[in-house]
């Protein structure tokens, strides 16, 4: 969902439980897609990618879908742990040609899991 | 292998004042990125260094902000004179050039309070 002002969208689910967060990206000819995740005190880190031609990819526990139609890119974690307590940032790459640069970010969403 | 390190992790400087942020990027990575992040906002570009060379520059807010990166290693990213709405956090990344889905490794950060 869209954040307001200081207030990040959060997520809060069981642990154990599987999360799924969600990112709208701005620019049709966005053709890579990132997804991140921020601890506190830390910068941003690389959790999964995704290409255009590409509309599901999956990790150790993450799974990123990309819905091209609706410029829509999700990111699921399954078996939510504590550990993954954290502020995910989608980011899409406009600029796409051999790497990362000039990425565009998503507000964030602030995922927060119960013991 | 260290990552991206950035100093001072915290600056606190009176507006009107100069200050300068550096970054030590993971030795080898010809990418060097800043992005910064106001309060509130999403995380934004700043500008692209390929080696020593300016890449892109197109997220600079203004001519009170100069980045430098002397030799292809460190950079450097002054602010002067710093003005109240120049606080967030800054943040570095770099990637390697010439690989496909290179991921860009991000620093911790600087948080800049401008008072």
């Known amino acids: 969902g869209e954040s307001v002002g200081l207030h990040l969208p959060t997520l809060s689910v069981q642990e154990g439980d599987n999360s799924i967060i969600n990112c709208a990206y701005s620019?049709?000819?966005?053709?890579?897609f990132i997804w991140y995740k921020q601890e506190s005190g830390k910068g941003p880190q690389f959790i999964i990618d995704?290409?255009?031609?590409?509309d599901k990819r999956q990790g150790q526990r993450v799974t990123v879908l990309l819905n091209k139609t609706v410029k829509h890119l999700s990111l699921q974690i399954a078996a939510t742990q504590p550990g993954d307590s954290a502020v995910y940032f989608c980011a899409e790459n406009p600029n796409y040609g051999g790497s990362q640069g000039n990425l565009i970010f998503g507000k964030g969403t602030k995922l927060s899991v119960k013991p | 292998e260290a990552g991206v390190t950035q100093f001072p992790s915290h600056s606190v400087i009176e507006k009107g004042q100069t200050v300068t942020l550096r970054c030590d990027p993971i030795?080898?990575?010809?990418?060097l990125y800043w992005y910064r992040r106001v309060m509130g906002k999403e995380i934004k570009f700043l500008l692209h260094?390929?080696?020593?060379?300016?890449?892109?520059e197109s997220g600079m807010p203004n001519n009170r902000f100069l980045a430098e990166r002397t030799g292809g290693t460190y950079s450097t990213l002054k602010v002067q004179p710093a003005e109240l709405e120049d606080s967030g956090v800054y943040f570095c990344a770099s990637s390697l050039r010439g690989t496909h889905n290179t991921e860009a490794f991000f620093g911790q950060g600087t948080r800049l309070t401008v008072v």
């Open positions: 260094f390929v080696k020593e060379s300016k890449q892109d």
């Open positions: 030795s080898g990575h010809d990418n």
């Open positions: 620019n049709s000819a966005s053709d890579y």
């Open positions: 995704i290409r255009s031609n590409m």
